[in-house]
């Protein structure tokens, strides 16, 4: 600017040497000089906002809105925030961090839920670009920006809204963070929804909280300081499993609402199966003693059907060798085994004795058992009661099935 201001006066110098100056040129070049003043009148403010620290933009900036806490500026967590306390002030009544003063403004956040929060200053430049100190003030004091573990912890209340203040040295821009550390299903009523089975889940629980009005499961060790909850409603009646590690973890099932709610079912380091039923609302509290915890849920099939029928007769050798059979109606399990037991009572003596069999899982599937008697007493042609008991399981759950028939046993 100096330089053009200086060739600029020696072109006028030249022109008035060379040229004859009329009136009106003569007011031209007059005007090319009050443009020299200016010029010189530049240079001189540029001068002065260089000494104070201050660029052109920052000498004409207008407030920043969130400049007073009355209009502090809402934030989400979980990103980098970033502001400007160029044309920021301060206000007498700003809380102060070691007596360190600049311009501030505020930010808000609203929490919803009880979460471990973090907050940290980040960097802060002049509009040079030259680093500047800073501060941020926050819900548990101030953070400073010296030092690699520098950031503030708190817990937050639902409903509370929470202000900071970002105070910086010179006017600037200036970043910081506001991040949620507990997991996103810390509380109740951040429960995570399960909308798909089969639904597995792990989640960093070191910094997960436990609210004052989570419930105290009735397995395990109790309530630990750390809780993780989640949700689900099913669509049909059935049964749901669930399973979650290490085995140091609870799980623990209720029905009904925050403050009112009732236990359906709790295991402490082993699976949990719990009868559902279509759209009630299942909530599901994981209580961690680790700092990885990881969840399983599906839907189970239903428990298999299962009945027994006898034929009315069987057959028995001279040597006392009992046969009968009959039908075992069997759905939903893969094979079913059963166990039949007879006794006969004759003129002199009891006769007793029994086999077992596994049959493949079908309608009607038939079933044959021989055996003799266990207690040396032969099975002779004539009446004989049978009775019989069979087991199905599946992943939803055993069925069992039993029957009694009086036998008329025919000689083989």
Sequence with gaps: MRQYCVRRRHQLAADRETLEISPGKRDRHETEGERIMRCRHLVAAL???????????????????????????????????????????????DPTCWDFVGPTIWYSFTATQSALMEYR??????????????MLWGPEGCDISEGPDHGVQFTTTPGTTYYFMVITALEGDVQWDLWQLSPSNDDFDAATVITTTPFDDGQWALYATKAADDPVPSCGP????????????????????????????????????????DEVGCSYG?????????????????VARDDWVTLHLDILPSKPVLSITVNPVGKVTSAGVVTVGGTINCVGADYADANFWATQ??????????????????????????????????????????????????????????????VTLKPK
């Design 47 to 93: 001068l002065l906002l260089a000494m104070f620290g201050l660029s052109p933009a920052a000498a004409y900036a207008s407030t920043p809105s969130n400049d007073e806490r009355a209009n502090a500026q809402s934030v989400v967590p979980g990103s980098t925030i970033f502001g400007t306390t160029v044309g920021a002030t301060g206000s007498p009544d």
């Design 121 to 134: 200053i980040g960097s802060a430049t002049t509009p040079d670009g030259a680093s500047m100190n800073r």
């Design 222 to 261: 109790g309530l630990s300081s750390r809780t993780l909850w989640y949700s689900f409603v099913p669509q049909t009646d059935g049964s749901v499993g669930l399973s979650a590690t290490p085995t140091s973890t609870t799980i623990a099932t209720f029905v009904g609402s925050r403050g009112s709610l």
């Design 270 to 286: 082993e699976s949990l199966t719990i009868d559902v039923r279509a759209g009630t609302t299942y909530y599901f509290m994981i």
């Design 345 to 406: 009572t004759n003129r002199r003596w009891v006769s007793a004795g029994g086999a077992t069999t596994s049959v493949a899982c079908s309608q009607a599937m038939p079933w044959s058992v021989s055996f003799t008697s266990s207690n040396g007493n032969l099975f002779l042609p004539g009446k004989a009661t049978l009775s019989g008991n069979a087991t199905a399981c599946n992943a939803g759950g055993c069925a069992s099935a039993a029957t009694s028939a009086v």
